[in-house]
Antibody, heavy 116, light 109 residues
Framework: EVQLVESGGGLVQPGGSLKLSCAAS????????IHWVRQSSGKRLEWVGR??????????TYAASVKGRFTISRDDSQNTAFLQMNSLESDDTAVYFC???????WGQGTLVTVSS | QAVVTQEPSLTVSPGGTVTLTCGSS?????????SYWFQQKPGQAPRTLIY???NKYSWTPARFSGSLLGGKAALTLSGAQPEDEAEYFC?????????FGGGTKLTVL
């Protein structure tokens, strides 16, 4: 059974940092591009960014709203992807999901709350 | 940034057919937008139903199909079931950036 498990969410003050993880089991993460998607309480889904495969030199792309603040990385040897979030703002409050693009798999999400 | 539009809400009768659409502010949606469709029920993560316009997964019920229709991406549900009541989201790829639509709340009534 394929599972993606996000972790690392929590409460952080504005301006703070947080690093999320997405651990995969039941598949080889290195075969998939990895996306991070977030969903605020307003329910709209927002794409955060993507990291490509080794064959794409792990190229990353980000939404304008997070570019320069968020960094996506991956460690295929650990079957894990990461989302480093810096300079967090209240608008970053959301449930963060990892998603494997064409593979179709989603994690269950982890909640990030940015508040003083 | 492009804006992706979906119907805010639709209602379908059990056993009926309904088409949800996904449009782009930049113009006609083509296969180059690599449209995806997702289903989300309350308290759950999204579930991908359709990828790259019309491709299904092993878990996608046969009653769902994806296409391009009238300049938009479309998700057609033929033979609606009560369990199909959910929020449906699409996304389009615009110049390397993914943009989600606002979602369609589908009621089966």
């Amino acid at each position: 059974e394929v599972q993606l498990v996000e972790s690392g969410g929590g409460l952080v003050q504005p301006g703070g940092s947080l690093k999320l993880s997405c651990a995969a089991s039941g598949l080889i993460l290195g075969n998939s591009a990895i996306h991070w998607v977030r969903q605020s309480s307003g329910k709209r889904l927002e794409w955060v960014g993507r990291i490509g495969l080794k064959a794409e030199s792990y190229a990353t792309t980000y939404a304008a709203s997070v570019k320069g603040r968020f960094t996506i990385s991956r460690d295929d040897s650990q079957n894990t992807a990461f989302l480093q979030m810096n300079s967090l703002e209240s608008d970053d409050t959301a449930v963060y999901f990892c998603n494997l693009g064409r593979s179709g798999y989603w994690g269950q999400g982890t909640l990030v709350t940015v508040s003083s | 940034q492009a804006v992706v539009t979906q119907e805010p809400s639709l209602t379908v009768s059990p056993g009926g057919t309904v088409t949800l659409t996904c449009g782009s502010s930049t113009g006609v949606v083509t296969s180059s937008h690599y449209s995806y469709w997702f289903q989300q029920k309350p308290g759950q993560a999204p579930r991908t139903l359709i990828y790259e316009t019309s491709n299904k997964y092993s878990w996608t019920p046969a009653r769902f199909s994806g296409s391009l229709l009238g300049g938009k991406a479309a998700l057609t549900l033929s033979g609606a079931q009560p369990e199909d009541e959910a929020e449906y989201f699409c996304f389009l790829l615009h110049s390397g950036v993914i943009v989600f639509g606002g979602g369609t709340k589908l009621t089966v009534l």
